[in-house]
């Protein structure tokens, strides 16, 4: 079949995250399959206008910052030209409302919703676009099919008003090629911690730094390895700075796959303190590497982590108990290894091939559904 998937950006922006490795992962596994598969989203500095990557055909048009706006002029004319069976749209960012102007059958992708979170990142009048783009959802795509990647996202849509029938849940998978325990790889001499992903305010690593400073009274050499970019470094190195921490608190930058991999692996816990997060990628991701995590009890986040057997979970924002957890980790090495074993199991779980299989009856079941709705 011919299928259009809608999203902000592609995984080739530089400020794409999981919710573009997640997208791609299934449109990928969708074009081996047979299936001719489009992608239409943003451009960026740099980016070509068009390009096939991995059998996925990516259209990228407008920037970050209108691309809304712009989208559905160029949307209804791919329509019109292309015939596509089924629209994949991504909502990560603010909703593009297509059933408002293209009518063909819709699967709608759902990482996870801002709602007041958004106002934890940026400012007000910004913030409040972003929520009241939010608020007509429920209203607008109520008849459409949802597949989302966590029960926390889908509570968050039926409290919204989105039916039960209409929402099915797929776990992200992960590369078990890249991300996989060996056993040859030993953990850092050195007490290590790992956060790994962007740095947002509403990601919460200020907690996490704050947490290592009490850490470290009882177990003075501990460090802390945040990995990634984002646009709230500077505040991250001026927190470390103003508690003393600059001495053992790395801020590596964006790392190569292998280097993450490796860092994983010799971490002795990874952590993710983030307010509220469409799945926790990393999460598994640690795991498969054979690594502990600790998150915040957060939506997402809950779903990703099974307390006391992958890792351990602590109500967010409640700094005493992140760094307990983490002590706890650091000086009970039977307790950590006895975590370790549990992680690997849980990790086995998820795979893309996997989450592409399902995903795919996801979209079947939709074209059902838009069938029988037109024939009456």
Same mark, same amino acid.
């Given at each position: 079949? /011919?299928?259009?998937?809608?999203? =902000?950006?592609?995984?080739?922006?530089?400020?794409?995250?999981?919710?573009?490795?997640? #997208?791609?992962? #299934?449109?990928?596994?969708?074009?081996?399959?047979?299936?001719?598969?489009?992608?239409?989203?943003?451009?960026?500095?740099?980016?070509?206008?068009?390009?096939?990557?991995?059998?996925?055909?990516?259209?990228?048009?407008?920037?970050?910052?209108?691309?809304?706006?712009?989208?559905?002029?160029?949307?209804?004319?791919?329509?019109?030209?292309?015939?596509?069976?089924?629209?994949?749209?991504?909502?990560?960012?603010?909703?593009?409302?297509?059933? #408002?102007?293209?009518?063909?059958?819709?699967?709608?992708? +759902?990482?996870?919703?801002?709602?007041?979170?958004?106002?934890?990142?940026?400012?007000?009048?910004?913030?409040?676009?972003?929520?009241?783009?939010?608020?007509?959802?429920?209203?607008?795509?109520?008849?459409?099919?949802?597949?989302?990647?966590?029960?926390?996202?889908?509570?968050? &849509?039926?409290?919204?008003?989105?039916?039960?029938?209409?929402?099915?849940?797929?776990?992200?998978?992960?590369?078990?090629?890249?991300?996989?325990?060996?056993?040859?790889?030993?953990?850092?001499?050195?007490?290590?911690?790992?956060? &790994?992903?962007?740095?947002? /305010?509403? !990601?919460?690593?200020?907690?996490?730094?704050?947490?290592?400073?009490?850490?470290?009274?009882?177990?003075?050499?501990?460090?802390?390895?945040?990995?990634?970019?984002?646009?709230?470094?500077?505040?991250?190195?001026?927190?470390?700075?103003?508690?003393?921490?600059?001495?053992?608190?790395?801020?590596?930058?964006?790392?190569?796959?292998?280097?993450?991999?490796?860092?994983?692996?010799?971490?002795?816990?990874?952590?993710?303190?983030?307010?509220?997060?469409? =799945?926790? #990628?990393?999460? +598994?991701?640690?795991?498969?590497?054979?690594?502990?995590?600790?998150?915040?009890?957060?939506?997402?986040?809950?779903?990703?982590?099974?307390?006391?057997?992958?890792?351990?979970?602590?109500?967010?924002?409640? +700094?005493?108990?992140?760094?307990? /957890?983490?002590?706890?980790? &650091?000086?009970?090495?039977?307790?950590?290894?006895?975590?370790?074993?549990?992680?690997?199991?849980?990790? !086995?779980?998820?795979?893309?091939? !996997?989450?592409?299989?399902?995903?795919? !009856?996801?979209?079947?079941?939709?074209? /059902?559904?838009?069938?029988?709705?037109?024939?009456?």
């Amino acid at each position: 079949m /011919k299928i259009l998937a809608l999203n =902000w950006q592609d995984l080739k922006n530089p400020l794409s995250g999981g919710a573009e490795v997640h #997208l791609e992962e #299934l449109l990928r596994r969708l074009a081996s399959m047979g299936h001719q598969v489009t992608l239409f989203c943003s451009n960026y500095s740099g980016g070509l206008p068009e390009e096939t990557v991995e059998g996925v055909r990516i259209i990228r048009r407008g920037g970050r910052y209108d691309f809304n706006f712009i989208a559905p002029l160029y949307l209804r004319k791919l329509a019109r030209e292309e015939r596509f069976d089924i629209l994949l749209e991504d909502i990560n960012k603010i909703p593009f409302y297509t059933p #408002l102007y293209l009518n063909i059958p819709t699967l709608v992708v +759902i990482p996870h919703l801002f709602a007041t979170t958004v106002f934890q990142e940026i400012n007000f009048v910004l913030g409040s676009y972003i929520y009241c783009a939010e608020r007509p959802m429920a209203i607008v795509y109520r008849k459409r099919q949802f597949n989302v990647i966590s029960e926390s996202t889908a509570a968050d &849509l039926q409290a919204r008003g989105i039916p039960e029938d209409n929402v099915t849940i797929v776990h992200c998978g992960i590369d078990d090629s890249m991300y996989f325990h060996d056993p040859s790889v030993t953990k850092y001499d050195t007490p290590t911690i790992i956060y &790994l992903g962007r740095l947002k /305010k509403y !990601k919460c690593v200020q907690h996490l730094i704050s947490a290592l400073r009490m850490v470290r009274k009882d177990i003075p050499d501990t460090r802390l390895m945040v990995v990634g970019a984002g646009d709230y470094l500077d505040e991250l190195q001026k927190h470390a700075d103003t508690l003393g921490l600059a001495d053992c608190v790395e801020f590596t930058g964006f790392v190569s796959a292998e280097d993450k991999v490796a860092r994983l692996r010799r971490a002795h816990v990874c952590v993710c303190p983030s307010s509220k997060e469409g =799945w926790g #990628l990393t999460n +598994i991701e640690a795991n498969a590497c054979g690594t502990a995590v600790i998150a915040a009890d957060s939506p997402g986040l809950r779903d990703s982590v099974r307390d006391n057997l992958s890792g351990f979970l602590y109500p967010h924002g409640d +700094i005493n108990a992140l760094a307990g /957890k983490i002590q706890s980790i &650091l000086t009970d090495k039977a307790e950590r290894e006895r975590i370790e074993t549990g992680a690997l199991e849980w990790a !086995k779980r998820f795979n893309w091939d !996997k989450a592409a299989t399902e995903f795919m !009856k996801n979209i079947e079941t939709t074209l /059902k559904k838009s069938s029988q709705e037109a024939s009456k």
